[in-house]
C-alpha cells in the first residue's frame, strides 16, 4: 500500500513496556493517542476511529502480525466486491495452525451444539465454524475483530463499538447490530492471512479473563435477547 494514502493511528492503553517512547521516536509519521488508563478495546477502537480520515478502516490488534501484504489484499478484496462492507484475513497462531476465528452468533442452541460437540441439529448449528469453512472465502456472520478492515460507510451507518463490551463481545454486538440493521456482508478472505498471538493482551487477567467473557456475554444476551 502507497505509504502517501494511509495513516497509521495506534491508541495506547497506558502501556508501561517502553514501545511509546520507542515508536513516536522511531516512526514520527504514527498518530499517536496516549490513554494514562486502560480504558479497553472498544473505547480504544473508537478513539482510533474518530481521529481517523480514510475510507477503508483496519481494526488492529497489537497482538497481530500481517503477513504476505495482507494489508493490500483485504484492501484490494472491499475495492473488488462492492456487495462486501467488511472483510477479515484468516488467522493463524504462531506455530503455523489456523485459527478458529470466525462464529456464528452465540444463540442459546448454537451454545449448546458447542458445548456437546454437535455440528448441526436441524436448522441449527454450531457456534465456531469449523476449520474446512475457514479455509473458503465466503460470507461471515462474526468475525474476531483482531483484524478486520472496514468500509467507512459501514463503520458509520453501524455505529462505534459499544463501550459497555469493553474487553469482550464487542465485536459479536458490531457484527450483530450490522446484520440486524443493515443489509451489509462480512467476508472472509483466506488469501489474507495473519498471526495471532491469541490471549497476550489480556493474559494479565488470570482468571479475570474468565469473569470478564462471562460478562460480555451476558450483556450480550441482555442488550439483543430479554
Given at each position: 500500500?502507497?505509504?502517501?494514502?494511509?495513516?497509521?493511528?495506534?491508541?495506547?492503553?497506558?502501556?508501561?513496556?517502553?514501545?511509546?517512547?520507542?515508536?513516536?521516536?522511531?516512526?514520527?509519521?504514527?498518530?499517536?493517542?496516549?490513554?494514562?488508563?486502560?480504558?479497553?478495546?472498544?473505547?480504544?477502537?473508537?478513539?482510533?476511529?474518530?481521529?481517523?480520515?480514510?475510507?477503508?478502516?483496519?481494526?488492529?490488534n497489537?497482538?497481530?502480525k500481517?503477513?504476505?501484504?495482507?494489508?493490500?489484499?483485504?484492501?484490494?478484496?472491499?475495492?473488488?466486491?462492492?456487495?462486501?462492507?467488511?472483510?477479515?484475513?484468516?488467522?493463524?497462531?504462531?506455530?503455523?495452525?489456523?485459527?478458529?476465528?470466525?462464529?456464528?452468533?452465540?444463540?442459546?442452541?448454537?451454545?449448546?451444539?458447542?458445548?456437546?460437540?454437535?455440528?448441526?441439529?436441524?436448522?441449527?448449528?454450531?457456534?465456531?465454524?469449523?476449520?474446512?469453512?475457514?479455509?473458503?472465502?465466503?460470507?461471515?456472520?462474526?468475525p474476531?475483530?483482531?483484524?478486520?478492515?472496514?468500509?467507512?460507510?459501514?463503520?458509520?451507518?453501524?455505529?462505534?463499538?459499544?463501550?459497555?463490551?469493553?474487553?469482550?463481545?464487542?465485536?459479536?454486538?458490531?457484527?450483530?447490530?450490522?446484520?440486524?440493521?443493515?443489509?451489509?456482508?462480512?467476508?472472509?478472505?483466506?488469501?489474507?492471512?495473519?498471526?495471532?498471538?491469541?490471549?497476550?493482551?489480556?493474559?494479565?487477567?488470570?482468571?479475570?479473563?474468565?469473569?470478564?467473557?462471562?460478562?460480555?456475554?451476558?450483556?450480550?444476551?441482555?442488550?439483543?435477547?430479554?
Amino acid at each position: 500500500m502507497d505509504t502517501t494514502t494511509q495513516e497509521i493511528i495506534v491508541v495506547d492503553n497506558a502501556s508501561t513496556d517502553g514501545s511509546s517512547e520507542y515508536i513516536r521516536n522511531t516512526f514520527p509519521e504514527v498518530i499517536w493517542v496516549q490513554n494514562d488508563t486502560n480504558r479497553g478495546y472498544a473505547k480504544a477502537v473508537n478513539q482510533g476511529v474518530h481521529l481517523s480520515q480514510g475510507d477503508f478502516l483496519f481494526l488492529l490488534n497489537n497482538d497481530v502480525k500481517l503477513i504476505d501484504n495482507t494489508t493490500d489484499k483485504l484492501l484490494d478484496f472491499l475495492i473488488k466486491n462492492p456487495e462486501a462492507v467488511a472483510v477479515a484475513p484468516l488467522l493463524y497462531y504462531p506455530d503455523g495452525r489456523i485459527q478458529i476465528s470466525c462464529r456464528r452468533f452465540p444463540t442459546p442452541s448454537a451454545l449448546l451444539l458447542e458445548f456437546l460437540g454437535i455440528n448441526k441439529i436441524g436448522p441449527f448449528r454450531r457456534w465456531k465454524l469449523p476449520e474446512e469453512e475457514h479455509l473458503h472465502s465466503g460470507i461471515v456472520l462474526q468475525p474476531m475483530a483482531s483484524a478486520l478492515m472496514v468500509k467507512r460507510l459501514c463503520w458509520d451507518t453501524v455505529g462505534p463499538l459499544d463501550e459497555q463490551f469493553p474487553i469482550f463481545f464487542n465485536d459479536v454486538d458490531w457484527c450483530y447490530r450490522l446484520y440486524k440493521n443493515t443489509r451489509y456482508k462480512i467476508y472472509l478472505y483466506p488469501e489474507a492471512k495473519a498471526i495471532h498471538h491469541e490471549g497476550v493482551s489480556v493474559k494479565d487477567l488470570g482468571y479475570k479473563k474468565n469473569i470478564e467473557f462471562y460478562k460480555g456475554m451476558i450483556r450480550f444476551y441482555y442488550k439483543h435477547f430479554w
